[in-house]
């Protein structure tokens, strides 16, 4: 018996003694550094007036889902949330500025939560850097070094997947060298351009930016658009409620729809402020949406994918350069004085002509056949009416001693310098001409006429011409509109998707 009660004696001694070392180990094991390689976050929610977010780290050791409890995000600044800088410490009760124990660790699909320790949390401008200490459940502590970017998201109503868009350019009367790229967002039943006809959402709306350097290659450029009500750089554009109280369409302001027939919601309402955040994402673009609406209520929404800008600024039809063919015939018009205030200089127009091409003074200048032609714009001074004196012309605004720059959106609603191409009766190619010279010389009633001219899609036309000019004179002539008889070809009046500027342009032509 008492040498039985010696070997319990020996092995609780013993075991006392490992029990003993183990936890002494347990207590000196040093922290584990912890680098983090990146890190992302998302605003969860206003609760008791914090602000509740959810930061994500990366790091070798696992990923530390972190919730933290700082200030709240007012609801007009979900894109730009921002977790304060400041001490945050684990603790049980949700109280501000600490770290709720739900958090946890996730290393090899094994979940330990976060049971103690304390971060301090610094921004400076773009960048946060996050340091401290974390202890999981299994007593093994976390030394956390972070410094680098967080991208803090809200909490999203709707992503959506289809988008389309074109870019329209300024107008020249309304917000010159502003803009404007319009665009819309669906999510649910479209048809095959993207738009809305069933259940689902749908946002409409016009961004406005500097303009883009290629019409053809447009991009919507990055960066936080706020809502206005007038054409500013940097905005999309809301209807002001004296426009909604006039009747505004939803389609001519930014506008927001949500259909869902089980629920019996068929939403339309305009969006009345708010921002919008474009940026790139890979090889695409991403675009996020925090809108407060008509009724009060408030959208979040956001978009990964191509953000389509189809070319509806750019006017030629050419696709490269181009030498206009032999012109044999031609006309000199003398349209008199310029009928806009302040400018001091007379109007002219030449037509040169392919053999197989006829237009027709009397008719305004409609034209048949098939072939070639170009109008050329010239503004001399006031005192010239008899013919147009030799020299070079540089094609810009309208002055005397310059060429006229071709504008207008189409064929029936052009002015200024052009290239045509018809065949068949029917316009098959055309170009405004936007730079270049014109250089003319006159010996013995012969007139020798060079141009070398950019269109709006950077292509070169060139023309030559040497022969006599049939002298119009149409200086009391003041009616414009039937203009379009014959020579509009085939007009394409797109509706407002295709072509918002058509009625602007055209009123705009008239009132030249």
């Given amino acids: 018996m008492k040498k039985l009660m010696r070997i319990l004696g020996i092995f609780i001694f013993v075991n006392g003694a490992l029990i003993s070392c183990s936890d002494d180990d347990s207590s000196n094991r040093p922290e584990i550094s912890t680098p983090i390689e990146s890190a992302q976050g998302t605003y969860l929610e206003t609760e008791n ?13 696992g990923d530390f ?29 949700a109280a501000l500025y600490s770290i709720t124990t739900d958090s946890y660790l996730t290393k090899e699909n094994v979940q330990s939560k976060i049971v103690s320790g304390e971060l ?16 999981n459940e299994l007593n093994i502590s976390y030394k956390v070094d972070f410094k680098g970017p967080i991208d803090i998201e809200p909490v999203y109503d709707i992503q959506y997947d289809k988008q389309n868009g074109w870019y329209w350019g300024d107008q020249e009367y309304d917000h010159p060298n502003i803009a404007e790229y319009m665009a819309y967002f669906a999510q649910g039943e479209t048809d095959n351009y993207g738009e809305l006809k069933g259940d689902g959402y749908y946002i409409s709306l016009s961004f406005y930016n500097n303009m883009a350097p290629k019409a053809w290659e447009a991009k919507i450029p990055n960066q936080t658009y706020k809502a206005s009500s007038e054409y500013k750089v940097g905005s999309f554009r809301i209807a002001t409620q004296e426009d909604i109280e006039d009747g505004a369409q939803y389609y001519a302001f930014a506008s927001f729809k949500h259909n869902n027939s089980k629920e019996g919601i068929a939403k339309e309402v305009f969006i009345t402020d708010g921002s919008i955040k474009v940026m790139d994402n890979k090889d695409v673009q991403e675009v996020r949406f925090n809108f407060e609406l008509q009724d009060g209520s408030r959208h979040v929404g956001k978009y990964i994918g191509k953000v389509r800008q189809g070319d509806e600024y750019t006017v030629t039809t050419l696709k490269a350069d ?5 012109l044999d015939h031609g006309y000199i018009e003398y349209k008199g004085k310029s009928p806009i205030a302040g400018k001091e200089n007379n109007r002219w127009d030449i037509y040169i002509l392919n053999q197989n091409v006829t237009t027709y003074p009397e008719y305004y200048w409609a034209s048949e056949g098939t072939g070639d032609f170009m109008r050329i714009s010239i503004y001399t001074p006031t005192e010239v009416s008899t013919e147009i004196p030799a020299g070079t ?43 270049g010279n014109v250089i003319i010389n006159k010996n013995n009633g012969v007139y020798t006429i060079n141009l070398q001219g950019m269109d709006d899609r950077q292509n070169t036309i060139k023309a030559n011409y040497s022969g006599e000019l049939t002298f119009i004179n149409s200086g009391d002539r003041t009616s414009k509109s039937s203009k379009m008889k014959k020579a509009s070809g085939k007009i394409n009046m797109y509706d407002w998707k295709k072509n918002s500027k058509t009625n602007k342009t055209f009123k705009n032509y008239l009132n030249k």
């Fill in 49 to 61: 007036n914090t602000g509740k977010f959810k930061i994500t780290l990366h790091a070798a050791e």
């Fill in 393 to 435: 012309y540089p094609i810009g605004d309208e002055n005397a001693g310059n060429a006229g720059i071709g504008a207008g959106s189409e064929i029936g609603l052009e002015f200024g310098t052009w290239f045509f191409e018809m065949k068949n009766d029917d316009f098959t190619n055309y170009a405004p001409i936007k730079t």
């Fill in 65 to 93: 889902q972190l919730n933290f409890v700082s200030d709240p995000v007012a609801n007009s600044n979900l894109l730009e949330a921002e977790l304060k800088s400041t001490k945050y410490s684990v603790a049980q009760i």
């Fill in 322 to 326: 181009r030498q206009v063919g032999q």
């Fill in 120 to 135: 301090t949390v610094d921004r400076s401008e773009e960048i946060y850097t996050i340091k401290g200490t974390l202890t």
